[in-house]
């Protein structure tokens, strides 16, 4: 996990250090030393000038949470000043969309606010969808989202994405698959209805029906062995999950390789123990497509 965090971080670091912006600075709101006085100034905006982020990735915002913000802000005000940048005679949030949705409701005309006059397309969308990574805020398909918006206006290749965002190629090209599933598979995703293993699960080849495997998934409460057990059997779905035979459980070690496998290939991987006592059993390497075949075989044939 810490490995994850420092890469965002490095790449947001250098990504922001291109456009003059200190990352320190975001992170506080408080302006950092600089030779540019006009660009570290915190400012006092108009409210009705404000524009959301053109490339939030995040569309669902709590109404709950928002008005818990409202009333805090009410009584403290606004502590951490938003970003924004500057577009003719108005202002694109950088980052605290949030904030400023709370501070409207609080009932005040005005905003603090840090403003950076430079700030092209490219870097506004990548720091829209890293900030909220980091933050844990987007569901799965908010993130597959960002990454083909990046895709489709500023010719990002996956691996491109990789490198910016401190995944593997697989990882991407996997949340890029969700976007294929039924909206209404999405959205019950998007509601947490559905986990994202088992969304990456529905996005199998050997699923010609998503929606009702996605029903079935929501009303037994299946897990994403048993998701998996039900669309290589075909007698499993005739059957309660609790009357499912259990595999025998894996002993610490063999957990602990079976998620060394998983980094690996960047896929999903199970060990199937044909006995209690561990001795002998299977080793199941997922993939999801032939291009994710074609991209296991080049690992292996790399070491």
Sequence with gaps: MGKKSFAFGSNLSAMLQKSHINMDELKSGAPAASGNDNENK??????????????????????????????TIKIHGLIQPIAVRKVG??????????????TRLAGKTTI?????????DRTMSEWALIENIQRVDLNPIEIAESYQQLIDNHNYTHDDLAKTV???RSAITNALRLLKLPETVKAWIQDGKLSSGAARVLCSDK???????????????????QIEALISSPEADKKPASEKKEKPALSADLKNFESKLEGFFGTKVTL?????????????????SMDDLTRIQELLDNH
Excluded: C, H, M, W
């Design 207 to 225: 699923i010609k029906d998503p929606e009702a495997i996605a029903k079935k998934i929501i009303a037994e409460g299946l897990n994403v062995r």
């Design 112 to 120: 603090k606010a840090q403003v950076y006059e430079a700030l092209d």
């Design 166 to 168: 401190g995944k593997s």
């Design 272 to 288: 199937n123990p044909a006995n209690e006592k561990q001795t002998e059993g299977t080793i199941v390497i997922k993939y999801y």
């Design 89 to 102: 005679d108005r202002y694109q949030i950088i980052s605290g969309e949030r904030r400023t949705r709370a």
């Design 42 to 71: 915190i400012v006092e905006i108009d409210l009705n000038l404000v524009d959301p982020n053109p490339f939030q990735p995040r569309k669902v915002f709590s109404d709950e949470e928002l008005q818990d913000l409202a009333e």
